[in-house]
């Protein structure tokens, strides 16, 4: 997956604009780099979830003709054998800068019918490795 590709469905999943992701604030890597936070989420989920975000794209790629990807992507991920997708992110440790606070993945997301949306906005989040 590319990072247009991720942005993409970032905003499918998370209902928020791709004007209003930070994707494009730099940010510096532990090594010096100069990146931004977009590519930096990206390679954390593609070192971390590598199978699973593979499917995540080649679902992506698969839906992007139809007439509603969103909805056609929306249920994909509802089917029984994308369980382990829905999952991968559940085990991510996370802190939250304002308030500070630790807590798991699955507590910052929130989901109604077929929409998933990040409950605190994703500049406060810090992922713990």
Known sequence: MNLDEFLEVS???TGVSEQALPADARQQTPDGRSTTLGTIYLDRLQASYPA???ALATAWREVQGT???AAALGARLARSEAAELR???RNDRVSVQSPVNETGFDNLVAVNGQSVRLIEPPENLVFIE
């Open 11 to 13: 905003t499918v999943l």
């Open 52 to 54: 699973e975000l593979g």
């Open 67 to 69: 007439a509603d990807p």
């Open 87 to 89: 999952k991968a992110a």
